[in-house]
């Protein structure tokens, strides 16, 4: 079975995706990119995470031709293929609709740096996409060019993207982003949030390069 180890990760972190309420139901999509055979594991279209089996992930190029499965991929491998070709240091795609994100994304602001651990994302803001139908090119196009350098963003009235140098740094990425939503819409309740300057973030990316152990991938701050 080509790339085994790639779509068993990818049905152990869907499992997690819908244990940790990351996504509901059939909802967000995950994949796994092998840079060196020009392969994507992704999860297929439609089918409980629970459910999902390693045989039941699609291995596709970044054309999107399936080269190994019998299932079709998730609606948005788009928003996977793209981000690959755009982004040469990702390895991994992990696009969820989690509560306090999502509904970020449906106001159409972005998250802002009312916690330093956005810097996560390799900026000091996760932007917000217009509004595109799922599955469409047109919102994998917009996704990518709004997330500019940094590895996550919100789609309008959708969900959220996070990437990383393999699906652990994905995952986290993605958790990291809903504890910062969360804290924001919280903070919003009471009053005004304090932003971070540029300064202060700028400070705190260049701190996280040295963060955690050496060879090692961080999942708090």
Known sequence: MLLEKERELVVEYGKKMSADRLCTGTSG??????????????????IGYFDTRPEDVVVTDLDARIVEGTR?????????????????????VVHTHSMYCATFAVLGQP???????????GAAEVPCTPYFPFGTLELAQSAVETAG????????????????????????????????????YRAL????????????????????RSYGQPHGGKTGY
């Open 29 to 46: 999509n995950i994949s796994i990119y092998v840079p060196e055979r020009g392969l994507m594991a992704i999860s297929p279209s439609g």
């Open 189 to 208: 309740c009471i009053g005004k949030p304090n932003v971070l300057s540029q300064e202060a973030m700028a400070d705190v990316m260049e701190r996280f």
């Open 72 to 92: 079709k991929p998730s609606s948005e491998w788009a928003l996977h293929t793209l981000f690959y070709k755009n982004k040469p240091h990702i390895r991994a």
């Open 149 to 184: 350098a940094g590895d996550a963003v919100l789609l309008g009235n959708h969900g959220l993207v996070a990437c990383g140098k393999d699906i652990a740094g994905a995952y986290s990425l993605a958790q990291n982003m809903e504890y910062v939503a969360e804290l924001q």
């Open 111 to 121: 998250l802002r740096a009312v916690h330093y651990a956005i810097a996560d994302a």
